[in-house]
């Protein structure tokens, strides 16, 4: 399989990336691991005329913590999200996740940008960058703007993301010190997109559920944030009443498709259970 | 659509050529210089077959295009053994072993299992398994493949005692 033809272009600077862009409106894509650009384009589902690789842009490339907040740069790749130590200790969930994503060589390309901008719903990023209420930061020609995960997703493949916007960075609130989290995944096998995902954060106070947050992967056309199912778990013990009420209501607000990864009811039934085991598992985590 | 120049060091050998744009890795490597121990075994970045070394680092390079490579150092399967034609370690241990049968998935196991004993010079059975996890052996079962890895590891480490 050969890709269309394409001019290749490589900027040092955002700017530039986003110059190039802004010239060639609607015809340039964004090239970053290109771990799920090429295989469209392989397909021809994708016919860039111009593409801009990112990788020299070292305005792209940092990860900072701080006791406020998370900033990752749009190019940091998996295998580097895995490697942060920094990550590791203030924001496990993020090395959870990746590490359930594709396999070594592909984590060693894909990028956290590529994952959240691309907007397959299979893609495993953007649920935990609504749970952990990400928000996106988009330059455009215009300037700079924000965009919260929760919101940015459309449909399949649709986004908020303007054409001529280039994602530069993610910055997370940093989840409070102590918190559970749990990243659960069901797939076919091993590098396999999601045949149903949940992610859960929790903070636990005296026994008690003071904050919750439960997002899911590839259960509907976009990510979903299950806002009422994280609501039925604060103020509780995440007792076994608590734990179904989640459930259902996160559920409830599932649309899998039926499809080589099994019918919508048994998609829908698994969502049930990664929720379930995802809150277990994030409770025990808990400080 | 101009063709690009292209420069990279194969091999510890720098290398030049004109090229599309369009013209993934995997093919420049087989149809431009000859190399042709990676093979292209699904083209759709499933089976790892096509694994080589890019700066260091496992990559599957029917996914890559060969501008994403430009300036970079590739290793594949022809780079493995030493100078002087003796096998590596991985190679000597998948050949007393058993670790292959038909041997199409053989040099981007073998290449990737260089790599992760690099990264990793101790692994356990399961650090092994996930460390091949983007590699698919449809002869073998892959137990022989991982006790290949375990036999070359021990190897490894025995050499380096010694040096
Ligand atoms: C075999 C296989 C299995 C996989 N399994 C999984 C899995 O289980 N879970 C999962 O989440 N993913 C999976 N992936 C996808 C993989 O993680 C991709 O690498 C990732 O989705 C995209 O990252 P990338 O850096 O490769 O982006 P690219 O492929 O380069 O880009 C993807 C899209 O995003 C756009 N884009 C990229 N960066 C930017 C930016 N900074 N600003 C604006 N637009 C941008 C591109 O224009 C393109 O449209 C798999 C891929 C393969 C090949
Ligand atoms: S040919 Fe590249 S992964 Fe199969
Ligand atoms: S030896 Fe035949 S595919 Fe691995």
Same mark, same amino acid.
């Given at each position: 399989? /050969?890709?269309?033809?394409?001019?290749?272009?490589?900027?040092n600077? #955002?700017? =530039?990336?986003?110059g190039?862009?802004a010239?060639?409106?609607?015809?340039?894509? #964004?090239?970053?691991?290109?771990?799920?650009l090429?295989?469209?384009?392989?397909l021809?589902?994708a016919?860039?005329?111009?593409?801009?690789?990112?990788?020299?842009?070292?305005?792209?490339?940092g990860?900072s913590?701080?006791?406020d907040? /998370?900033?990752?740069?749009a190019?940091?790749?998996?295998?580097q999200?895995?490697?942060?130590?920094?990550?590791? *200790?203030h924001?496990p /969930?993020?090395?959870?996740?990746a &590490?359930?994503?594709?396999d070594?060589q592909?984590r060693?390309?894909?990028?956290i940008?590529?994952n959240?901008?691309?907007?397959?719903p299979g893609?495993?990023?953007?649920?935990?960058m609504?749970?952990?209420?990400?928000?996106?930061?988009?330059?455009?020609?215009?300037g700079?703007?924000?965009?919260?995960?929760?919101?940015?997703?459309e449909?399949?493949?649709? $986004? @908020?993301?303007?054409?001529?916007e280039i994602l $530069?960075?993610?910055?997370?609130?940093?989840?409070?010190a102590?918190?559970?989290?749990?990243?659960?995944?069901?797939?076919r096998?091993?590098?396999?997109?999601?045949?149903a995902?949940?992610?859960?954060i929790v903070t636990?106070?005296?026994?008690?559920? *003071?904050?919750?947050? #439960?997002a &899911?992967?590839?259960?509907?056309? *976009?990510p979903?944030?299950? =806002?009422?199912?994280?609501?039925a778990l604060?103020?509780?013990?995440l007792? @076994?009443?608590?734990?179904d009420?989640?459930?259902?209501?996160?559920?409830?607000?599932?649309?899998?498709?039926?499809d080589?990864?099994?019918?919508?009811?048994?998609?829908?039934?698994? @969502?049930?259970i990664?929720v379930?085991?995802?809150?277990?598992?994030?409770?025990?985590?808990?400080? | 659509?101009?063709?690009?120049h292209?420069k990279?060091? %194969?091999?510890?050998?720098?290398?030049?050529?004109?090229? =599309?744009?369009r013209?993934? &890795?995997?093919h420049?490597?087989?149809? =431009?210089?000859n190399? $042709?121990?990676?093979?292209?075994?699904?083209? $759709?970045?499933?089976?790892?077959?096509?694994?080589?070394?890019i700066?260091?680092?496992?990559?599957?390079?029917c996914t890559?295009? %060969?501008?994403?490579a430009?300036?970079?150092e590739i290793? *594949?399967?022809?780079?493995?053994?030493?100078?002087?034609?003796? &096998?590596?370690?991985v190679?000597e241990?998948?050949?007393?072993?058993h670790?292959?049968?038909?041997g199409?998935?053989?040099?981007g196991m073998?290449?990737?299992?260089y790599?992760?004993?690099q990264?990793?010079?101790?692994?356990?059975?399961e650090?092994?398994r996930h460390?091949?996890s983007?590699?698919?052996?449809?002869c073998?079962?892959?137990?022989n /493949?991982?006790?290949?890895?375990?036999?070359a590891?021990?190897?490894l480490?025995?050499?380096e005692? @010694?040096?």
């Open positions: 399989m /050969i890709p269309g033809s394409f001019d290749y272009h490589r900027p600077t #955002i700017d =530039e990336a986003v190039l862009l010239s060639h409106a609607g015809d340039a894509f #964004i090239l970053a691991g290109g771990h799920s090429i295989p469209m384009m392989k021809r589902m016919t860039p005329e111009h593409l801009i690789d990112i990788q020299d842009i070292s305005e792209l490339t990860i913590v701080n006791a907040h /998370i900033e990752i740069g190019a940091v790749t998996q295998a999200l895995i490697a942060s130590a920094d990550l590791s *200790t924001c /969930i993020l090395s959870e996740t &590490l359930q994503i594709a070594p592909i060693n390309v894909g990028t940008g590529g959240v901008a691309n907007g397959d893609n495993d990023m953007p649920a935990i609504q749970l952990l209420d990400a928000a996106f930061v988009l330059r455009g020609p215009d700079t703007r924000n965009v919260s995960a929760r919101t940015f997703y449909a399949a493949y649709f $986004t @908020a993301r303007d054409e001529s $530069t960075a993610i910055r997370i609130p940093t989840p409070p102590g918190h559970g989290h749990s990243y659960q995944k069901q797939k096998k091993i590098g396999d997109y999601a045949t995902a949940a992610g859960v636990m106070h005296n026994g008690t559920c *003071t904050s919750a947050s #439960i &899911l992967t590839n259960l509907a056309d *976009t979903l944030w299950a =806002e009422a199912a994280s609501n604060v103020g509780t013990s007792d @076994a009443t608590a734990i009420a989640a459930v259902s209501a996160a559920r409830a607000i599932t649309d899998p498709a039926s080589g990864r099994g019918p919508k009811e048994y998609r829908t039934h698994l @969502a049930g990664m379930k085991r995802a809150i277990q598992t994030a409770h025990a985590r808990a400080a | 659509m101009s063709k690009t292209v990279m060091t %194969v091999n510890g050998k720098p290398v030049e050529a004109l090229a =599309e744009p013209t993934l &890795l995997i420049f490597l087989r149809e =431009e210089l190399l $042709t121990g990676p093979h292209i075994g699904c083209d $759709t970045s499933h089976c790892g077959a096509c694994t080589v070394d700066d260091g680092k496992s990559v599957k390079s890559v295009f %060969v501008g994403q430009q300036d970079s290793k *594949t399967i022809e780079g493995i053994a030493h100078p002087d034609g003796t &096998l590596h370690a190679q241990a998948f050949r007393q072993h670790g292959l049968q038909c199409f998935c053989t040099p073998i290449t990737r299992a790599r992760l004993l990264e990793n010079p101790n692994p356990s059975e650090e092994i460390g091949i983007g590699n698919l052996c449809r073998t079962g892959y137990q /493949i991982v006790k290949a890895i375990q036999v590891a021990e190897e480490s025995v050499k005692a @010694a040096q």
